[in-house]
C-alpha cells in the first residue's frame, strides 16, 4: 500500500476539510503530521480538550545560542485536524518533524512559516495571471471559495508548480530526509493499511520522491530522536494562544491572516463567513463610534456582491468584503495601501476605519489549556512566590528599598519584568543606579497572557532569580558593541538580584567596551558600573572584582574616544558631558583601588581643555575636570577665554555639568559671568540664550535660587534669588527676539533721522 501525501497550507480550512475527509474514508493505520517529534510521546496531553488556538512551545539553550519556536494550532488548522481525525478512525499519530531546536530549524520562531518566501517568483507569476494582489488572494481565488471537488487534484498540481520551480535549503532538505524516514518506516508497519501524510505543500514532492524506495539499513525501525548537546537545555511544552498572535498583520509568519473571518469559514461556509464579516465589523466601528450607517452597510454588501461575481467567485471572499466596506465606509483619502493588498504587519498612517476592519477579521479568541496540562517548573515557582510575597490579588506596590523585606520583593518583580511578565507596570524607582531613588511604585493587574509568558519564560529556568539571570545573560550577549544596551542589561541584573557574571557576560561586556564608538552611551555604562561597585547596601556590588576590570577598561576607551571628538561649533551633548562626568568620578573613587593612573586622564583633559577644534562642550568640561580634580586652575581666564556668544553657553555647559560645586564656591566666578551676560548685545545676546538656559539648568533649583540671589544683591535689590526665578509671564527666547527686532528698528529710524 501506497502512502497518500497530502500537501497543505498552515491553518487553511480548505486543506484541513480535507484532511478529515481523506482520513475518515481511509482509516488509515498511519497519520503522520508535520510537527515536532519530541511531542510524540505526549500526544494525549496535546488532544487532552483545550480550547484553541493553542501552541508547542520549544526552547533551546546552551552557553552560545537561546531559540524558542513555536508551532499553533487552531481548530481549522490541517494538522490538528490530521490528530483528531487520525485518532477517531483508530490510527496511530505521530509528528516525523526534527525537533523545534535542532540546527535544520534554526532562526525559526514559527515551525509552520510559510514557504512562500521560497518560492516568490512562481507566486508572483500566478498573482499576475490571476489578476490578484497577493498570495493570500490568490489561495483564496483557488481553494478557500471555489467548489471543494477536485480540491486534491489542485492542491497537488499548485505545490508541484511552485516546488518544481524552487531549491530547497540545506534545513528543508534535512527535514525532509528526516520526515521521509518516518514515511518508510510506517509503510513498512502498515503492510497493506493505508498511510496518509500531512505535511505543508511546499514538502510534499520532495517527500513523494524520498519514499518511494525502502532502504536496508532501516528495516524494521522507526527513526531516533535527535539528542540534544551536551551542556544543552530544551524542551516542549504546552501554550495559550490567541487569534492575535496568529494573525498575519499583526506579524505572524505562517497561514492565513484574519483568523477570526477563517474561523467562521470553517463552520458554517463561505457564504456565512461573509455574513458574519460585515456584521463583525460593523458593530466594532459602533463600539468605538466609529459611523457605519445601515445604508453605508447596505452598500458595502452590494459592492462586494458586485466585486464577487467581476472577479469570479460563488460566493464574496474576505477581501471582496473589505474592499466593499472600504469603499463605503473611508471617504478620505488613504495615506496607506489597504493593508490585505500586501503582507505584513499594518502600516503607520493606516486609516482608523481600516484599522478596526482589519481587527474586526482578527478577532479576540485566546486559547486555554485544560487543567491537566503539565506545565514547567517556573510557572509553579512563581505563583508560589506571588502567594509568598502577598501579590497574587494584584494591585498597586509600594516599596522602601532600604528595607529588607523591601529590597526582596523588589527583586522579584523585578526578575518578572525581566521576563516579560504580562500586566506588571513600575511606575518609580532607580532608573540608571546612578539616582539616589529609594523607593518603587508598582501596579499588577490580573492580564490574558500571563500564564503563556511564564511557560515560554521557563525556557530559562526553574526559579524566577535563574530565568531572570539567564535572560539578561541573553541580552547581554545579543548587544554586541551596543554599550547602552550592555549597561541597561547589567542594571537590570543589579535590579534582579543577580548580579554574579558569568564569564560569558564579563566577556561580552569586556568586547563591547572595545569596541564602542559612541562617548555617550559608553559614559552611561561607566556611570552604571560604577555606581554598582561603589554601592553595596541596594545591590551588593560594592568592590566586585570583575566589575573593577570592565571600569578600568571603560575608563581608558573613553579617554580615547573624548580625544577624538571635533567640531568647535556644535551644540553641548548632555550624554556627552555625563560621559565626563563618570569618568570624573572613576578618578575620585576607583582610581586608587583599581591602580588607574591618575596623571593620564588629568593630562588628557588639559590637551582638550586647550584645544580650539575641541567642541566647545568638551572644552568646558575638560576645564571642570581638572578644576574638580584640584588641578591648578584659572577660571577666572578660563571663563573669559570660552569663545564668542556662539560658544560661550555650550562650554558653561560642560563646566556647569562637571565643576558646579566649584563654580559656587569659587570666589569672583559668578560675578564675572554677570558681567559677561549682561555685556552681551541684543543680537548677541539672543545667539547665546538657548544654550546659556540649558547651562544653567545643571544647577538643581535651591542652587539656581542662590545664584540670582546673588545677582539680585550685586545690584542691591533686596529679596531672595526666588524672586528672580518666577515663571515669567512670556517665553524668554520670545521676549528676547522682540527686544532684538526693537533694537534693529531703533536703528533703522535713526539712520532715517526719524528717532526723535
Known amino acids: 500500500m501506497q502512502a497518500t501525501f497530502i500537501g497543505v497550507r498552515h491553518h487553511s480550512p480548505a486543506c484541513a476539510r480535507l484532511v478529515g475527509e481523506t482520513i475518515a474514508a481511509l482509516r488509515p493505520a498511519h497519520v503522520l503530521v508535520e510537527g515536532p517529534a519530541d511531542m510524540n510521546d505526549r500526544i494525549d496531553e496535546l488532544l487532552l480538550g483545550h480550547d484553541l488556538p493553542i501552541a508547542v512551545f520549544s526552547s533551546y539553550r546552551d552557553e552560545e545560542r537561546h531559540h524558542g519556536s513555536w508551532a499553533p494550532f487552531c481548530e481549522y488548522s490541517p494538522e490538528w485536524v490530521a490528530l483528531r481525525a487520525g485518532r477517531e478512525a483508530g490510527a496511530q499519530v505521530r509528528f516525523i518533524d526534527l525537533p523545534a531546536w535542532d540546527e535544520a530549524l534554526a532562526g525559526r520562531e514559527n515551525r509552520y512559516a510559510d514557504a512562500e518566501q521560497r518560492y516568490a517568483e512562481a507566486v508572483d507569476r500566478l498573482c499576475q495571471a490571476f489578476a490578484v494582489d497577493n498570495v493570500d488572494v490568490l489561495w483564496d481565488h483557488l481553494f478557500e471559495i471555489e467548489p471543494a471537488s477536485?480540491?486534491?487534484?489542485?492542491?497537488?498540481?499548485?505545490?508541484?508548480?511552485?516546488?518544481?520551480?524552487?531549491?530547497?535549503?540545506?534545513?528543508?532538505?534535512?527535514?525532509?530526509?528526516?520526515?521521509?524516514?518516518?514515511?518508510?518506516?510506517?509503510?513498512?508497519?502498515?503492510?497493506?493499511?493505508?498511510?496518509?501524510?500531512?505535511?505543508?505543500?511546499?514538502?510534499?514532492?520532495?517527500?513523494?520522491?524520498?519514499?518511494?524506495?525502502?532502504?536496508?539499513?532501516?528495516?524494521?525501525?522507526?527513526?531516533?530522536?535527535?539528542?540534544?548537546?551536551?551542556?544543552?537545555?530544551?524542551?516542549?511544552?504546552?501554550?495559550p494562544y490567541s487569534f492575535r498572535r496568529l494573525d498575519a498583520f499583526d506579524g505572524y509568519q505562517s497561514g492565513m491572516p484574519s483568523p477570526a473571518y477563517y474561523q467562521r469559514l470553517w463552520e458554517a461556509g463561505p457564504a456565512r463567513a461573509a455574513d458574519d464579516l460585515v456584521a463583525a465589523v460593523a458593530g466594532r466601528l459602533r463600539e468605538r463610534r466609529q459611523p457605519a450607517s445601515t445604508a453605508d452597510l447596505i452598500a458595502a454588501r452590494a459592492s462586494a456582491a458586485g466585486l464577487a461575481t467581476v472577479r469570479g467567485h460563488p460566493h464574496p471572499a474576505r477581501t471582496d468584503i473589505l474592499d466593499?466596506?472600504?469603499?463605503?465606509?473611508?471617504?478620505?483619502?488613504?495615506?496607506?495601501?489597504?493593508?490585505?493588498?500586501?503582507?505584513?504587519?499594518?502600516?503607520?498612517?493606516?486609516?482608523?476605519?481600516?484599522?478596526?476592519?482589519?481587527?474586526?477579521?482578527?478577532?479576540?479568541?485566546?486559547g486555554r489549556l485544560h487543567p491537566d496540562t503539565p506545565l514547567p517548573p517556573l510557572v509553579h515557582t512563581v505563583t508560589a512566590e506571588l502567594e509568598r510575597e502577598g501579590f497574587a490579588d494584584g494591585g498597586p506596590i509600594a516599596l522602601t528599598l532600604t528595607d529588607p523585606d523591601g529590597l526582596r520583593r523588589s527583586r522579584l518583580l523585578h526578575r518578572l519584568?525581566?521576563?516579560?511578565?504580562?500586566?506588571?507596570?513600575?511606575?518609580?524607582g532607580p532608573a540608571t543606579g546612578i539616582d539616589p531613588v529609594l523607593d518603587e511604585d508598582w501596579t499588577l493587574e490580573e492580564h490574558e497572557h500571563r500564564l503563556p509568558a511564564l511557560i515560554e519564560a521557563g525556557a530559562y529556568g526553574v526559579t524566577p532569580e535563574q530565568a531572570a539571570a539567564a535572560a539578561i545573560a541573553e541580552r547581554a550577549g545579543r548587544a554586541g558593541g551596543d554599550v547602552g544596551a550592555l549597561a541597561g542589561a547589567l542594571f537590570d541584573a543589579a535590579l534582579c538580584g543577580t548580579t554574579r557574571l558569568s564569564d560569558k557576560v564579563l566577556r561580552d561586556l569586556t568586547l563591547g567596551v572595545?569596541?564602542?564608538?559612541?562617548?555617550?552611551?559608553?559614559?552611561?555604562?561607566?556611570?552604571?558600573?560604577?555606581?554598582?561597585?561603589?554601592?553595596?547596601?541596594?545591590?551588593?556590588?560594592a568592590g566586585n572584582a570583575a566589575l573593577g576590570t570592565v571600569i578600568g577598561a571603560a575608563h581608558d576607551r573613553l579617554l580615547w574616544l573624548a580625544e577624538g571628538i571635533r567640531g568647535a561649533t556644535a551644540d553641548a551633548d548632555p550624554a556627552r558631558l555625563a560621559a565626563v562626568?563618570?569618568?570624573?568620578?572613576?578618578?575620585?573613587?576607583?582610581?586608587?583601588?583599581?591602580?588607574?593612573d591618575r596623571a593620564r586622564p588629568l593630562g588628557v583633559m588639559a590637551r582638550i581643555g586647550a584645544d580650539p577644534g575641541a567642541r566647545p562642550d568638551l572644552r568646558g568640561a575638560a576645564f571642570g575636570f581638572g578644576w574638580a580634580l584640584g588641578a591648578e586652575a584659572d577660571p577666572e581666564r578660563a571663563v573669559r577665554g570660552a569663545?564668542?556668544?556662539?560658544?560661550?553657553?555650550?562650554?558653561?555647559?560642560?563646566?556647569?555639568?562637571?565643576?558646579?560645586?566649584?563654580?559656587?564656591?569659587?570666589?569672583?566666578?559668578?560675578?564675572?559671568?554677570d558681567e559677561l551676560v549682561v555685556?552681551?548685545?541684543?543680537?548677541?545676546?539672543?545667539?547665546?540664550?538657548?544654550?546659556?538656559?540649558?547651562?544653567?539648568?545643571?544647577?538643581?533649583?535651591?542652587?539656581?535660587?542662590?545664584?540670582?540671589?546673588?545677582?539680585?544683591?550685586?545690584?542691591?535689590?533686596?529679596?531672595?534669588?526666588?524672586?528672580l526665578l518666577r515663571r515669567p509671564a512670556a517665553d524668554p527666547m520670545l521676549l528676547a527676539r522682540a527686544a532684538a527686532l526693537e533694537s534693529r528698528v531703533d536703528t533703522v529710524l535713526a539712520r532715517e533721522g526719524l528717532l526723535r
Open 417 to 428: 519584568r525581566v521576563l516579560g511578565f504580562p500586566g506588571l507596570t513600575r511606575h518609580r
Open 514 to 541: 572595545a569596541a564602542a564608538s559612541d562617548l555617550g552611551a559608553l559614559g552611561r555604562l561607566l556611570g552604571v558600573l560604577l555606581a554598582l561597585w561603589r554601592h553595596d547596601r541596594l545591590f551588593g556590588t
Open 679 to 723: 555685556g552681551l548685545g541684543d543680537e548677541d545676546f539672543l545667539i547665546a540664550l538657548p544654550a546659556l538656559r540649558q547651562a544653567f539648568a545643571y544647577f538643581p533649583p535651591r542652587e539656581r535660587e542662590t545664584i540670582a540671589g546673588h545677582v539680585l544683591a550685586r545690584r542691591g535689590l533686596p529679596g531672595p534669588g526666588r524672586l
Open 581 to 596: 562626568v563618570a569618568l570624573r568620578d572613576t578618578v575620585v573613587h576607583a582610581a586608587v583601588p583599581l591602580g588607574l
Open 324 to 366: 466593499g466596506l472600504a469603499a463605503a465606509l473611508v471617504n478620505d483619502a488613504l495615506d496607506e495601501p489597504l493593508p490585505w493588498s500586501t503582507r505584513g504587519r499594518l502600516r503607520p498612517g493606516t486609516h482608523p476605519v481600516v484599522v478596526e476592519m482589519v481587527a474586526a477579521l482578527s478577532g479576540a479568541r485566546v
Open 643 to 673: 569663545g564668542g556668544p556662539a560658544a560661550l553657553g555650550d562650554w558653561l555647559a560642560g563646566l556647569f555639568a562637571v565643576a558646579r560645586e566649584e563654580v559656587l564656591h569659587a570666589t569672583g566666578v559668578l560675578d564675572l559671568l
Open 150 to 239: 477536485g480540491i486534491e487534484e489542485r492542491l497537488a498540481a499548485y505545490f508541484d508548480l511552485l516546488r518544481g520551480e524552487s531549491e530547497a535549503g540545506d534545513g528543508d532538505r534535512a527535514r525532509e530526509e528526516y520526515m521521509a524516514r518516518w514515511v518508510r518506516a510506517a509503510l513498512r508497519d502498515a503492510g497493506e493499511r493505508p498511510v496518509v501524510v500531512v505535511t505543508g505543500g511546499f514538502h510534499r514532492p520532495a517527500l513523494l520522491r524520498l519514499s518511494a524506495h525502502d532502504h536496508e539499513d532501516e528495516a524494521g525501525e522507526w527513526p531516533p530522536l535527535p539528542a540534544l548537546p551536551p551542556e544543552a537545555v530544551g524542551g516542549s511544552f504546552l501554550v
